[in-house]
């Protein structure tokens, strides 16, 4: 990755949550708190699946990746949010340029891992007699390493034209961390090409994602409810459902702060969005799948009654 030696602007200044009117004490206590939360949740989910033989299967070991994924996410974004609210606001230029990287590298990542998730419940639910040959061990090692791959590759086109703009005027980032659109709204040179490749890859990332869950979960739906048994149905359903939360509440956040061609926007509707899926949705992940899955759930209950 290659920046740009002619930028004027070496630091940035991340503005934030400019609004808290004195409430910054009482922010960065009830973030910490999620962070602390959204690590050790994350963690409780990956040790219980490590420890226990029967969660060695292709689902858990799914949830296991995600969770992992999740821990970096956040330390992404979290911990310099955290010294943004005690007023160390500065950055710097490399420091930013891979901060937006990492954010969208792991962020595709989690995309395509989700979408791995749909298949292998598609081919669970489908094609139940084939599923233990097609989803193996190994197809889901090399799954998970094609979901890393295209992460890893999907924002180098975007970061290399962004190191490519110039930055003489202000530094103040309108956002709560760096990111693609509030730093070309810096920039002294054109970002209509900026803007368009922007468009483009996360449009289609996100479109070929998304497609792909969704068909998964067609073809899952009417093998669902050609199943006779309510009881059959409602198991069938309950694997799925704590994926199918999962994804929507991410895609959704992701879809309405990436996908448009223009980079002007509401700040504060940026900041909501940034909120929703770097800090809240990473929250969640843990909760929900030890909720809403009946054998985490169960595992879990049994090591806390050993514990009290």
């Not at 400019?18 to 962070?35: E, H, M, R």
């Not at 730093?183 to 054109?190: G, K, R, V």
């Not at 996100?206 to 093998?223: G, N, Q, R, V």
Request: charged share 10%; glycine share 4%; with cysteine.
């Amino acid at each position: 990755m290659s920046f740009s030696n002619h930028s004027l602007v070496t630091q940035f200044i991340i503005i934030g949550f400019p609004d808290t009117n004195g409430a910054q004490g009482l922010f960065f206590v009830l973030l910490s708190i999620i962070y602390v939360f959204t690590i050790s949740g994350n963690a409780t989910v990956i040790t219980l699946i490590c420890s226990y033989h029967q969660l060695h299967v292709p689902l858990y070991l799914f949830v296991a990746i995600l969770s992992f994924l999740e821990i970096w996410y956040t330390a992404v974004t979290i911990p310099k949010m955290l010294t943004n609210l005690l007023n160390e606001k500065l950055i710097s230029y490399i420091g930013c340029m891979l901060q937006i990287y990492f954010l969208h590298c792991l962020g595709i990542t989690e995309t395509f891992l989700l979408t791995a998730m749909a298949f292998d419940r598609y081919i669970a639910i489908c094609n139940p007699l084939r599923y233990p040959t097609i989803m193996t061990i190994p197809c889901c090692f090399k799954l998970v390493a094609c979901c890393w791959v295209i992460g890893f590759l999907g924002p180098l086109t975007q970061i290399i034209l962004l190191s490519h703009l110039s930055f003489c005027g202000s530094n103040k980032v309108e956002h709560i961390f760096c990111d693609f659109i509030p730093l070309m709204n810096l920039a002294c040179s054109d970002t209509s090409l900026n803007v368009t490749v922007d468009f483009a890859i996360n449009s289609f990332l996100l479109f070929l994602a998304f497609t792909c869950i969704i068909l998964s979960y067609i073809k899952i739906i009417f093998a669902v409810l050609q199943i006779r048994t309510a009881e059959g149905r409602s198991k069938a359903f309950s694997t799925c459902g704590a994926h199918l939360t999962v994804v929507l509440l991410f895609f959704g956040s992701v879809g309405f702060m990436y996908v448009r061609l223009t980079k002007q926007s509401s700040v504060n509707y940026d900041r909501v969005m940034a909120v929703i899926y770097s800090v809240l949705t990473p929250m969640c992940n843990p909760i929900i799948y030890s909720l809403r899955n009946r054998e985490i759930r169960e595992i879990l209950r049994r090591r806390l009654t050993a514990l009290f």
